[in-house]
């Protein structure tokens, strides 16, 4: 049977499918972060995020205090509630109890225990605790191990913690500091150059657009040495001004590469009316191909904000260390998680805060994304 012009294809059910598990594939990580972002620290270390609505199975060590126990009938009996310990989770269902770390739920709850200084230990499910001896407990209580189901356990702290932490604002004043100039600077050369080698007759115009094409590849980290000595020799070293300058250097190549593109796409009838009116390239530029680059530019702008909005590294490198010039990146990684190396929620909540102000470009200029990056495929 001959195919039609217009005619819907029989795989398309194949695209959709490829289309439905890529997006999946994005948003499943995405959602275990935001999820993992609201729970306890405790909790993200017993279960995965995809358990959060369920209850946790934990294992708890509580200190008792000897100075709480009273006599008895001629004993000495220690009472309370393992929930109302710091050291356990506040609340939930007692599984199982001991009296060491090897075995921390050796007894059933509401069973008895043998001390190993004597005495003997009951703890219930709900938490009630008994320890009773013949003689006082000493300067420490008996210690209690018991493993309990605890409820989910849904939480802001992980926003509270890096929201409030000192210097945060500042941190952000700074990432704003460097990555609004870092995107503005390559763009505004980035459109000369591109102008010059879609439309201007000149020797050597191709060895430069290969030169270009070449730098694309060059690894990121094989040029922050060499350009912070040659920042230290001219006199701006670690400064914003050198990681404005280093941001313009790394991304001038995919500018002048994807706005030559899209600008040698447009229509040659336009530019030739407007030379032969009379206009010089200059006003050709600003008139005529800049607003008509306007995706192409966008496009670029997304791609750069949230290369240097999110960039760590380069910051590292070409910032000093002091703390009144911290980005926001370099906070996290040295203030926060510098203490907490384990706290997947502090981690969790403070990727979430960061790009909150790159998605808001994100979807303001998303129109313009593939409209730029499929310049120049269809002539």
Do not use: C
């Not at 070293?237 to 050198?242: A, D, I, P």
């Not at 192409?296 to 750069?304: E, H, K, P, R, Y």
């Amino acid at each position: 049977m001959k195919s039609h012009a217009g005619a819907k294809s029989g795989l398309s059910w194949a695209v959709h499918l490829t289309v439905a598990a890529l997006v999946v594939l994005w948003l499943v990580p995405t959602v275990g972060l935001l999820v993992s972002s609201f729970r306890d620290r405790d909790q993200i270390s017993a279960s995965g995020w995809w358990e959060a609505p369920l209850p946790v199975e934990q294992t708890y060590r509580v200190r008792t205090d000897p100075d709480a126990a009273v006599e008895r009938h001629g004993r000495v009996v220690l009472s309370g509630n393992v929930f109302d310990s710091e050291d356990s989770a506040g609340s939930g269902t007692v599984t199982g109890f001991g009296v060491t770390g090897r075995a921390p739920a050796e007894f059933a709850p509401g069973a008895t225990a043998d001390l190993r200084g004597g005495g003997r230990l009951t703890v219930a499910a709900d938490g009630r605790f008994s320890a009773e001896a013949d003689a006082p407990f000493g300067r420490r209580g008996p210690t209690i191990y018991f493993e309990a189901e605890t409820p989910p356990k849904v939480t802001l702290d992980n926003y509270r913690m890096v929201l409030g932490a000192d210097g945060m604002d500042r941190a952000f004043i700074n990432t704003l500091t460097v990555t609004v100039p870092a995107t503005v600077i390559p763009i505004l050369i980035a459109a000369f150059a591109a102008y010059a080698l879609a439309w201007m007759e000149f020797p050597g115009r191709g060895l430069l657009i290969a030169a270009v094409v070449g730098l694309l590849v060059v690894p990121l980290q094989l040029a922050l040495v060499p350009l912070l000595r040659l920042h230290q020799a001219v006199g701006i070293g670690q400064s914003f001004m050198g990681i404005w300058f280093a941001h313009t250097g790394f991304g001038l190549p995919l500018a002048v590469y994807l706005l030559r593109n899209y600008m040698a796409g447009l229509p040659r009838d336009i530019i030739e009316s407007a030379k032969v009116d009379g206009a010089t390239d200059f006003q050709v530029f600003t008139r005529i191909v800049l607003p008509l680059s306007f995706p192409a530019l966008a496009s670029f702008a997304i791609f750069q904000f949230l290369w240097t909005w999110n960039d760590l590294l380069v910051a590292k490198v070409f910032l000093p260390a002091a703390s009144e010039t911290k980005v926001m990146t370099v906070k996290i990684a040295d203030d926060l998680l510098g203490s907490r190396g384990g706290d997947w929620g502090i981690l969790a909540a403070a990727a979430f805060i960061s790009m909150a102000v790159p998605l808001v470009v994100f979807f303001a200029l998303q129109r313009y994304l593939v409209r730029g990056l499929l310049a120049g495929s269809v002539k």
